[in-house]
C-alpha cells in the first residue's frame, strides 16, 4: 500500500522558517521525482519544487528561500522554508511521480503575525 504522509506543517510568524517531511512507502522511493506543491484558499495547486537524480527545481516564488531535499535511505523528502511570507500561506503536499503519480494528505502552513 502506498503511503505519502506529510509533517511539519504549523503556524509561524513572517521571517521565520519550518522543516516539512514526507515520508514515503510501499514503492521504490529512490526510483521516483519527488515534488512539492501547494494549494491556498481559491488558487489552484501549483509547484514548489521538484527533485530528480537531475537535479532540482523550484518556483520562482520560492527560489533562494527553499530548498527541496532527500534522503533515499529514510524514503523521506523534505522541504526547508527560509524566510516565511504570508503568501506562503497554503497546504503543502509532496507527490512521487515515475510511471504513476502518489500523492499525501498535505499539512498546512500558515504564516501570519
Known amino acids: 500500500q502506498v503511503q505519502l504522509v506529510e509533517s511539519g506543517g504549523g503556524l509561524v510568524q513572517p521571517g521565520g522558517s519550518l522543516g516539512l517531511s514526507c515520508a514515503a512507502s510501499?514503492?521504490?522511493?529512490?526510483?521516483?521525482?519527488m515534488s512539492w506543491y501547494r494549494q491556498a484558499p481559491g488558487k489552484e495547486r501549483e509547484l514548489v519544487a521538484d527533485i530528480t537524480s537531475a537535479g532540482t527545481v523550484y518556483a520562482d516564488s520560492v527560489k533562494g528561500r527553499f530548498t527541496i531535499s532527500r534522503d533515499n535511505a529514510k524514503s523521506t523528502v523534505y522541504l526547508q522554508m527560509n524566510s516565511l511570507k504570508p503568501e506562503d500561506t497554503a497546504v503543502y503536499y509532496c507527490?512521487?511521480?515515475?510511471?504513476?503519480?502518489?500523492w499525501g494528505q498535505g499539512t498546512q502552513v500558515t504564516v501570519s503575525s
Open positions: 507527490k512521487a511521480r515515475l510511471i504513476r503519480t502518489y
Open positions: 510501499g514503492f521504490t522511493f529512490s526510483r521516483y521525482a
